[in-house]
């Protein structure tokens, strides 16, 4: 791991910017004397690890307790997009203005992306659990489809939080009934991009015990404020 530029934010958190390879990261950690538990952090479908709203639940994870990686895996943020998923985009947003049906525009390229991002996030994984300062266990947190995936094949993972918002490929709904771990699923009741319906019916799928719906009022972007802190009090009872 090729450390690019590091600093200490006001709250003692340390955010250093990493290279593994091809693969663009933020690490933030805490300051601690002993190792930290570690959350991988994502975004829904894809969008770039700066964006502004997953720093900030990053920061305040760090501030916490927490170590907290994001990254920018294959065909996610500002890593190259092949041609076929940038006309995929295009033919969403048209099809999406037009109100038509969306559902294989979305499989046609989220699917892939998640089959593609899993391996670097495995890479990113085995690197940070080298670090001094990172003693596991590990959560994941964000992107649904993408810790589907990840919560099945990687047992390292022992609690997710799910964002219920954007679109879970087939594959993954079925996948979901693999997911055994502890798992916290938020979900936005008026979520434009996210039928109702078919979030209730996903995480009725999931094959956790241990498993939390927190549902409230509001669109895609309204998700409650305190919802980072009870975020924060789940990965508690299974991280620390």
Request: net charge negative.
């Amino acid at each position: 791991m090729h450390v690019i530029s590091e600093r200490r934010l006001d709250d003692g958190v340390l955010e250093r910017e990493f290279t593994l390879g091809e693969i663009p990261g933020t690490l933030w950690t805490p300051e601690s004397e002993a190792p930290t538990p570690l959350i991988l952090m994502a975004h829904n479908n894809g969008l770039p690890q700066r964006e502004p709203r997953l720093v900030a639940r990053a920061r305040l994870s760090a501030a916490y307790g927490y170590a907290v990686a994001t990254i920018d895996a294959a065909g996610c943020g500002e890593r190259p997009r092949s041609a076929a998923d940038e006309q995929a985009r295009a033919e969403l947003r048209r099809a999406m203005r037009a109100g038509e049906p969306v559902d294989e525009i979305f499989e046609s390229f989220v699917a892939p992306m998640v089959e593609q991002a899993v391996p670097d996030w495995r890479t990113t994984l085995d690197a940070l659990l080298a670090l001094p300062e990172i003693g596991g266990p590990v959560g994941y947190a964000g992107w649904t489809a993408l810790g589907i995936r990840l919560t099945v094949t990687e047992p390292r993972i022992a609690a997710a939080g799910f964002f219920a918002g954007g679109y879970v490929p087939r594959a993954q709904r079925e996948e979901a009934r693999q997911v055994g771990i502890p798992l916290l699923m938020l979900l936005q009741w008026d979520d434009e991009g996210n039928p109702r319906q078919r979030a209730l019916d996903l995480f009725d799928a999931f094959g956790s015990k241990e498993k939390t719906l927190h549902a409230n009022l509001g669109g895609h972007l309204g998700t409650p404020w305190f919802e980072r802190e009870d975020g924060d009090r789940f990965f508690g009872r299974h991280l620390k």
